[in-house]
């Protein structure tokens, strides 16, 4: 999967909600997210998106592309995402696998909330 592709399935996932997840995220899928329970089903992440107001504006900065194997992708980035008078930053890293021809699930996902005292430097 070339890198553009990569990128607008990623921003799609931050936009979109429990219909995206249907659909982009693996039934087996680990998602580590600095809010409680922590560690996330896709079950769990769906129920949780369903109940959240989308984001208006989603950019990435620092954006890594590795293929330690065939099918395999894995990505790291920073991310700044606002809706309304609120802004999210994290940093944030997503695994993908391929199923098929032109066929790509999400594996694994997980943010990292800097401290605060980053956020504010």
């Not at 799609?12 to 996330?40: Q, S």
């Not at 769906?46 to 592309?65: G, H, L």
């Not at 994290?90 to 401290?115: K, L």
Request: hydrophobic share 35%; aromatic share 10%.
């Amino acid at each position: 999967m070339e890198d553009e592709r990569i990128w607008a399935m990623e921003e799609k996932l931050w936009h979109g909600g429990d219909e995206v997840y249907e659909t982009l995220v693996d039934e087996n899928v680990v998602m580590a997210l600095p809010a409680e329970p922590f560690i996330f089903s896709r079950d769990q992440a769906k129920e949780a998106v369903k109940n959240t107001p989308r984001w208006d504006e989603v950019r990435f900065s620092d954006q890594k592309v590795n293929r330690p194997e065939e099918g395999l992708i894995v990505i790291g980035y920073q991310v700044e995402a606002k809706r309304g008078d609120e802004t999210y930053r994290c940093y944030a890293s997503s695994t993908m696998m391929r199923r098929g021809h032109e066929d790509w699930t999400v594996v694994s996902h997980s943010q990292v909330v800097p401290p605060k005292a980053m956020v504010d430097a």
